[in-house]
């Protein structure tokens, strides 16, 4: 029963984080509107977002169990209830730039303290798949909530209005009740201990030392390639809807629900699956059916004429058909983090969640800057066919991490 209360709060503490993270794309659409900044301007949001989760990420992952996971997950979300409540209270652009500072230095202690909490409660490899599985799965339908909930309160008819902001004092009223559930809520993290007489630099050097293992180099370079992919078109999937499929603005987030909804089902699903199915040629499909996407998928966003009677019946195809990649992308990331994890000691799991939450950082601004740039200075049909490159080297990397596990096993 106590695990099952732990396991609930961690669900709910990574949907949470889903909204506040995942909003980055609808937010670079209304802050174009509302602040008047250009799309390369709006595009470092991300940056703010991802450069402080791999920052604090470096810096606190390798000796948090020292601190404590429950500890620093209450004091994150303590930080983003306040910034949730000053962006109505104070809005501008470097006010969503702080938020978004705020979300990723608390998300980077959350990710790691949930991913480590996993570890304690997990019986099992299987279990602990299954775990990692749903638990994305839920951070899937948090990014799925947080499209329609932004959505209720963007006002299409006035691209001015700062009607949106109001979100804000519901998503710091979650993030309250959440502080309240993990307040409440005991964790056993005596088994994540970590050797007596070491120091914290001993704990650094330690997790800088993991990189340079080959199993570890190229599982985070494949983490850094996924998440370059999977933030180029989340991020800037609401743009592209809006300006390439002339969808109204809040119609261009609800769209973008659907590649959430279909990341949310696929992750769910590949827990079961992968139970059955050995992992490669599961991850092998999916890098190639994301590909297949792309290419049948982005020629019918060629030439769409604005329609000012739009609705969900008279949508160009392609505004379904583009997110269903998100049903391809879905295992990959839970599938590969939990073969790397299951393969370590659970006191080593704080400093190779460290690792994964840098590199994954960095891969998602990166993708985001990218994908913006080339947005802003070519054409969205353009950036989003790039996602072609890292999609190739994924099945690359994908097959020199599964030697690497082979030989460790």
């Known amino acids: 029963m106590k695990n099952q209360r732990i396991v609930l709060a961690l669900f709910l503490i990574y949907f949470v984080f889903a909204i506040l993270l995942n909003s980055v794309g609808t937010v670079i659409l209304q802050v174009i509107n509302n602040y008047d900044v250009s799309k390369s301007s709006a595009s470092v949001l991300e940056a703010f977002k991802d450069l402080p989760i791999a920052v604090v990420s470096f810096l606190v992952a390798s000796f948090l169990p020292r601190i404590g996971y429950r500890k620093a997950i209450l004091a994150a979300l303590a930080l983003v209830t306040c910034a949730s ?29 949930v991913y480590s909490t996993l570890g304690l409660v997990a019986t099992d490899r299987k279990h602990h798949a299954g775990l990692m599985n749903t638990l994305e799965g839920v951070f899937m339908v948090g990014v799925l909530s947080a499209y329609w909930i932004f959505a209720h309160f963007i006002d299409s008819n006035d691209p001015k209005s700062q009607s949106w902001l109001q979100v804000y004092w519901v998503l710091a009223a979650l993030c309250g009740v959440t502080f309240a559930l993990v307040l409440a809520t005991p964790f056993d993290e005596r088994t994540a201990a970590l050797p007596e007489g070491r120091s914290r630099w001993d704990d650094f050097t330690a997790m800088l030392k993991m990189f340079f293992k080959p199993l570890i ?24 809807n809006n300006e390439i499929l002339m969808l109204p603005a809040a119609m261009s987030v609800e769209v973008t629900s659907i590649f959430a909804a279909c990341l949310a089902i696929g992750r769910l699903s590949a827990g079961v699956i992968m139970r059955r199915v050995n992992w490669y040629p599961v991850m092998n499909a999916c890098v190639i059916g994301m590909a297949a996407v792309v290419l049948v998928a982005l ?13 969900w019946a008279s949508a160009p195809l392609a505004t379904f058909l583009f997110p269903l990649i998100g049903l391809f992308m879905a295992p990959i990331y839970p599938g590969i983090n939990s073969v790397m994890l299951s393969s370590l000691p659970t006191n080593q799991h704080s400093a190779m969640t460290g690792l994964l939450v840098i590199f994954s950082a960095l891969g998602g601004t990166t993708g985001s800057f990218i994908t913006g740039y080339v947005f802003g200075n070519f054409s969205g049909h353009f950036a989003f066919y790039l996602t072609l490159v890292p999609i190739g080297l994924v099945l690359v990397t994908m097959y020199l991490f599964k030697r690497q596990v082979d030989r460790a096993a």
Do not use: R
């Open 85 to 113: 409540i000053a962006m109505p209270l104070v809005p501008a652009f470097l006010t969503t730039k702080l938020l978004f500072m705020c979300v990723g230095i608390a998300f980077a202690l959350v990710k790691v303290s």
């Open 217 to 240: 180099c190229v599982f985070v370079i494949t983490a850094f390639l996924y998440v370059l992919i999977e933030q180029s078109v989340g991020t800037w999937l609401p743009t592209f």
């Open 299 to 311: 020629p019918l966003t060629q030439n769409v004429v604005h329609d000012p009677n739009i609705s």
